[in-house]
C-alpha cells in the first residue's frame, strides 16, 4: 500500500495506536518503548503490511523536526546545578569520545568487511564515514531510558550521560558531511583538511551554545511578557522559540541541535510564566515526536535487504558495546577521579545508539557518490 493523502491520517492513527499498546507491554518485560516503535515501522513497511515508504530526504526531515523538540525537551528537563560539575567529562565524552569511537569503529569496519564480505569492502573513507555515523549516542534514546527506568544513578551520572548525548551530535555531524565531502570530491585524508574541519567543529561550537544562550533567554522574556489569559498560547510560543533556535544557529554557522539543546537548558533553568504547563505539553509532544520519527525510520528499514550484511553488522554491534564504546570512555574519563570503575563501565554501557545515526546515515543515501 502507498501513502496518500488520502488514507494517511487512518495510517498514522493504526500505527500510533499500535505503537502505544506494544510500548506499554515492551516496557512490562524491559524492552525499550523507542525499539518497539522501530520494529512497528519495520513490521508495516514492504516486507510486513506492504507501506512503501523510502524517501531519505523525507525521513531525515521527520528526524531533523523530531530530534529539534526531543533535545528542547531534554534540556528543559535538566537541572543546570547537576550538569554544571560534570561539565568537563561530558564535553570530553561529547568529544574526544565520539572520535576515538569512530576511529575504533572504522579501522575495525575497513578490516572486517575485507575478510567477511570481499565483494563489499570499503576504502578507508567508506569505512569511517560508516563509523562516524554510529560514533555518537542518541539523545532521545538516553532521556528516555534514563527518565523511565527509575533507576537511582550516583556519582552525577544521570547529568553526565544526559549532558554527553545531548551534546555530542555536532561532532559526529562535523566528521559525517567531512567525510561525505572527502568522498564526494576524492580528496585525500590531508593534514590541512583536519585542520580546517577543527576550526570548523570550533566555530560551530561556538556559534552553537551562544546563539543557545542567547535564545534561550529572549524565550525567557517573551513568554514572561506575553501575558495572554489563554494557557495553551504558551507551549506555541516555545516552540516558535525552539525552531527560532534551530534555524538561525543553522544561518549562522553554528551546531543547531546544540543550539537547541542548550536553549531548552536555560529556559528549564530560569523563572517561566506556566512553567509547569509548558513542561506537561513538551512530555507528552516529545514522546509523539519519538513514536513518528522511530515508526517513519522504521518504514525506511526494508528487513529482507539485512539479511545480506546480518553478520558484520551484529559483529559491528558487538565491537562498539564491548571495545570500541568502553575503550572510548575508560580514555577520556581517566582524567576524572571522581568517577569509579563501576562508574566508567556504567557510562560504557549507556552508550545507546538510535535515531541519530539513522538520520546521519540519510545525508550519506542522499549523496550520489556514497
Not at 556519582?155 to 551534546?167: A, F, I, M, N, V
Not at 516529545?286 to 528499514?301: A, C, K
Request: proline share 4%.
Amino acid at each position: 500500500m502507498e501513502i496518500t493523502p488520502g488514507n494517511i491520517m487512518l495510517i498514522v492513527a493504526i500505527l500510533l495506536f499500535f505503537s502505544v499498546l506494544v510500548g506499554k507491554a515492551g516496557s512490562k518485560y524491559g524492552m525499550p518503548a523507542l525499539l518497539a516503535f522501530l520494529g512497528i515501522g519495520m513490521v508495516a513497511g514492504v516486507d510486513g503490511f506492504g507501506l512503501q515508504f523510502d524517501s531519505a530526504v523525507q525521513a531525515e526531515f521527520i528526524g531533523m523536526i523530531s530530534l529539534c523538540i526531543i533535545l528542547f525537551s531534554g534540556g528543559l528537563d535538566t537541572d543546570f546545578k547537576k550538569i554544571k560539575p560534570v561539565l568537563a567529562p561530558g564535553l570530553v565524552l561529547a568529544t574526544l569520545g565520539v572520535l576515538v569511537t569512530t576511529v575504533l569503529t572504522g579501522v575495525f569496519i575497513h578490516e572486517m568487511m575485507r575478510v567477511l564480505l570481499p565483494e563489499f569492502a570499503f576504502g578507508w573513507a567508506e569505512s569511517l564515514l560508516l563509523a562516524a555515523i554510529m560514533s555518537s549516542t542518541d539523545s532521545a534514546s538516553v532521556f528516555s531510558i534514563l527518565n523511565s527506568s527509575g533507576v537511582g544513578l550516583k556519582q552525577r551520572l544521570k547529568p553526565t550521560l544526559e549532558l554527553e548525548s545531548g551534546s555530542n551530535d555536532p561532532m559526529a555531524y562535523l566528521l559525517v558531511i567531512l567525510l561525505i565531502s572527502v568522498i564526494e570530491s576524492g580528496e585525500a585524508l590531508t593534514g590541512k583538511l583536519f585542520f580546517d574541519s577543527a576550526l570548523t567543529l570550533v566555530m560551530q561550537l561556538g556559534v552553537g551554545v551562544a546563539a543557545g544562550f542567547a535564545i534561550g533567554y529572549a524565550t525567557v522574556k517573551i513568554v514572561n511578557a506575553i501575558n495572554s489569559s489563554n494557557e495553551f498560547l504558551y507551549p506555541v510560543m516555545v516552540i516558535a522559540c525552539c525552531f527560532f533556535a534551530f534555524t538561525l544557529t543553522g544561518l549562522c554557522g553554528g551546531n543547531s541541535y546544540l543550539a537547541v539543546y542548550v536553549a531548552g537548558l536555560v529556559v528549564g533553568n530560569s523563572k517561566l510564566a506556566l512553567k509547569r504547563t509548558i513542561t506537561t505539553f513538551f512530555g507528552g509532544f516529545t514522546w509523539l515526536v519519538q513514536i513518528i520519527m522511530f515508526l517513519t525510520l522504521g518504514l525506511l528499514v526494508n528487513p529482507h535487504e539485512l539479511l545480506v550484511i546480518i553478520v558484520p553488522g551484529v559483529l559491528l554491534g558487538v565491537l562498539m558495546i564491548l571495545i570500541a564504546r568502553p575503550v572510548a570512555v575508560f580514555l577520556c574519563m581517566a582524567p576524572f577521579r571522581q568517577f569509579s570503575f563501576k562508574a566508567k563501565a556504567y557510562v560504557s554501557w549507556v552508550g545507546l545508539r538510535g535515531a541519530v545515526p539513522i538520520i546521519f546515515a540519510t545525508y550519506a543515501l542522499m549523496s550520489p557518490q556514497v
